[in-house]
């Protein structure tokens, strides 16, 4: 499967942005998918995660209250809707899947088999 990040940009602090991950080829609906971001000279975490289904997420504390994963099997895309936004959140995101037809969430990266390329998100205070 390929996925595509998008959606990403600048804004300013407090206001809301929604990051889309479309991916090609069949069966996405068997992938479980996290948004992962960026920082410079920060390593690459995790900041919320879907199962195949929708029906299980999780999230990071840093973005809980403030960051919605949701998906559309229909439309083979999963979103990260993140409001709110900081200055801290300025960071590349990028959306990663793994097959995995459970409620498991994995959460680090050697978990996941397919990353997008990112999409740049900017914050100004």
């Known amino acids: ?51 195949w289904s929708g029906e299980h997420t999780y999230y990071e504390d840093s973005v809980k209250g403030r960051f919605t994963i949701y998906r559309d099997n229909a439309k083979n895309t999963v979103y990260l809707q993140m409001n709110r936004l900081q200055y801290e959140d300025t960071a590349v995101y990028y959306c990663a899947a793994v097959m995995r037809y459970s409620s498991y969430l994995p959460k680090a990266k050697f978990e996941y088999d397919y990353w997008g390329q990112g999409t740049l998100v900017t914050v100004s205070s």
């Open 1 to 51: 499967v390929q996925l595509q990040a998008s959606g990403g940009g600048l804004v300013q602090a407090g206001d809301s942005l929604t990051l889309s991950c479309l991916a090609s080829g069949s069966s996405f609906s068997s992938y479980a998918v996290g948004w992962f971001r960026q920082a410079p000279g920060k390593e690459r975490e995790l900041l919320a995660s879907i199962s």
